[in-house]
Nanobody, 126 residues
Framework: VQLQASGGGSVQAGGSLRLSCADS????????MGWFRQAPGKEREFVAA????????HYAASVTGRFTISRDNANNTVYLQMNTLKLEDTAVYYC????????????????????WGKGTQVTVSS
C-alpha cells in the first residue's frame, strides 16, 4: 500500500476543496480508509473513515454535515469533499488505511492505522 494524498490548497472561508488519496501499490479494495488532520501546534486528529465497499462512513463531530468521504475502488482512490470550510479546518491532511477487524469507528484511534500517506496542506483564510 502506497498512499498519496493530493488536492490541498488555499481557499477562503466558506469555500470547498476535494482531497484525493490514491494507492499506487496494492489496490484499495480491502482496507477501510480514512482521513486525519494536524493543525499547527496541535495533535493529529481523526476526520473521517469509510469501510471497504463504501457502505458505511463515520465522521468527527467537527466536520459532520460539511465533509463527505467516498471511495472509488475501481480507481484505487478515496476522496474527502470538504464544503463550508472554516478557518479551523486549516491543517495538514493525511489519508490512512486500516487492515484490521471491527467497525470503522475503530479508526479514530490513530495507533490502529496500518498505513499513512504523506500529507497535503489545506489553508482556509478569511
Amino acid at each position: 500500500v502506497q498512499l498519496q494524498a493530493s488536492g490541498g490548497g488555499s481557499v477562503q472561508a466558506g469555500g470547498s476543496l476535494r482531497l484525493s488519496c490514491a494507492d499506487s501499490g496494492r489496490p484499495l479494495r480491502g482496507p477501510a480508509m480514512g482521513w486525519f488532520r494536524q493543525a499547527p501546534g496541535k495533535e493529529r486528529e481523526f476526520v473521517a473513515a469509510i469501510d471497504w465497499n463504501g457502505g458505511e462512513s463515520h465522521y468527527a463531530a467537527s466536520v459532520t454535515g460539511r465533509f463527505t468521504i467516498s471511495r472509488d475502488n475501481a480507481n484505487n482512490t478515496v476522496y474527502l469533499q470538504m464544503n463550508t470550510l472554516k478557518l479551523e479546518d486549516t491543517a495538514v491532511y493525511y489519508c490512512a488505511a486500516y487492515l484490521g477487524p471491527g467497525n470503522i469507528r475503530i479508526m479514530e484511534d490513530e495507533w490502529r492505522i496500518n498505513y499513512w500517506g504523506k500529507g497535503t496542506q489545506v489553508t482556509v483564510s478569511s
